[in-house]
Structure formats: C-alpha cells, structure tokens
C-alpha cells in the first residue's frame, strides 16, 4: 500500500507570494493532518481534517489555511508568506481519530 | 493541555550498547504516546504507541518502550545500538479528547551512534 504522498517535495518563495502544498493520505485514511517542524520551534500542529471538516486548528496565523476534499486529499495554504514560513511541513493521515497517524516526507519550504 | 518533556538534546552511544532516550509527559486524560524517529531529510517513521494496553511496548527495529504512570514516563530503549540506529527521535503524546487527532511533540534527541 503506497504511503504518504507529499507535493512538491521542495519549493522556493519569495516574500508575499503564496504556496500551496498537497497531500494525499494513505488509501482510506481519513484523517490529515498538518504540522510545521523548524529548528527553532520544533513540530507544531498546524491543523487536523477529517471527512473534509477541520476539526482542530492549532495556533498559527489566519495567513495558514487548509482544506480536505472528499477523496481524502487535503492542501494547506500560505498566503502573504514571511521568512519566518520556511520550514518542513508535514502531512500525516490515519485511519480514524486517535490512530497511530503516518507522515508523508515532507514539502520543504524556503521563502527568500 | 497536554506537554512532552524530552531530557538530553543529543545522547550518544556506543555501537553495542544500550539506548536509552528519555520522555515524561503531562496530560490531565489517560495519554496515547507514540515514539517517532526522523532521518535526515524525511518525514517521520512510527516506531512504537502506547494506547492503554499494554505498558510494555514493543516496536519496530528491536526499540521497545515502558509506560509509567506513577513516573509520568516513556523512555524508548533499545539492548544493542547499530550504526543505523543515528537520527532523530521525537516522543508525541496525542490529544485523543474531543474526537481530535493532534498530536503534541517533544524537541526530539538527537541519537549519535560510535564505533
């Protein structure tokens, strides 16, 4: 069974633009999940979908969005970017709530 | 809310000997605690839960580890370190109330294996 897949695996911005990063679950899955991981703040949860419905927003800025489609596959976006965006974003899935979740390699972020 | 507390930043071991990566974590609800581990430029890899069940865990690659309720602990060990063991290694409590899935991380160790 193929595993998480993460698009584009590496991007590079500058200020102000936006991105948008995809992510495609494990077949059946259906929760994802999003997560930053920088040197300086660690792994953070960005937000958590499931059946197309946010259930959990972590504490970021309303610029970090995300959305989850009905085939499962879900995108975030980042608008107005700002150097401090850089960073290793992860998309993790499960198959149900409170599941052992199985991360994606990631997308790296680099904004100039 | 719930917290993760990893001691050491960096462990290093002898190849042969035993591991010993430290997590004590908070939580005010019986915790669901998982150990991840994350090679350079990859995403991160299950290695073991801990989901109420048993309290002895066994994991992938020869790691297991002991949940502790009276320690508030989870520490990953592992008998015999290998070269291939080196990376880094996150414990992760999971905030299962409410029907949500967030998982909440410690700042990792960093493992360093020597011949």
């Known amino acids: 069974k193929a595993g998480v897949t993460q698009t584009p695996r590496y991007l590079i911005k500058t200020r102000g633009q936006q991105v948008t990063l995809s992510c495609s679950p494990i077949?059946?899955?259906?929760?994802v999940s999003w997560y930053q991981q920088t040197p300086g703040q660690g792994l953070q949860f960005l937000f958590e979908?499931?059946?197309?419905?946010?259930?959990n927003k972590g504490n970021f800025p309303g610029r970090f969005s995300g959305r989850q489609f009905s085939n499962s596959r879900s995108e975030m976006n980042v608008s107005t970017l700002e150097l401090g965006d850089s960073a290793l974003y992860l998309c993790?899935?499960?198959?149900?709530?409170?599941?052992?979740?199985?991360f994606g390699p990631g997308t790296r972020l680099t904004v100039l | 809310a719930q917290s993760v507390t990893q001691l050491g930043s960096h462990v290093s071991v002898s190849e042969g000997a035993l591991v010993l990566l430290r997590c004590n974590y908070s939580?005010?609800?019986?915790?669901?605690l998982f150990w991840y581990v994350q090679y350079p430029n990859q995403g991160l890899q299950l290695l073991l839960k801990?989901?109420?069940?048993?309290?002895l865990v066994k994991g992938i690659n020869g790691f297991e580890a002991e949940f502790k309720k009276s320690e508030t602990s989870f520490h990953l060990t592992k008998p015999s370190a290998h070269m291939s063991d080196a990376a880094e290694y996150f414990c992760?409590?999971?905030?299962?109330?409410?029907?949500?899935?967030?998982?909440?991380f410690g700042t990792g160790t960093q493992l360093k294996v020597e011949l």
């Open positions: 992760a409590v999971s905030d299962h109330t409410g029907g949500g899935n967030k998982l909440t």
């Open positions: 077949s059946g899955h259906r929760s």
């Open positions: 993790a899935s499960s198959l149900v709530i409170a599941e052992e979740q199985f």
């Open positions: 979908y499931f059946s197309e419905t946010q259930r």
């Open positions: 801990y989901t109420s069940a048993a309290t």
């Open positions: 939580s005010s609800v019986p915790p669901y």
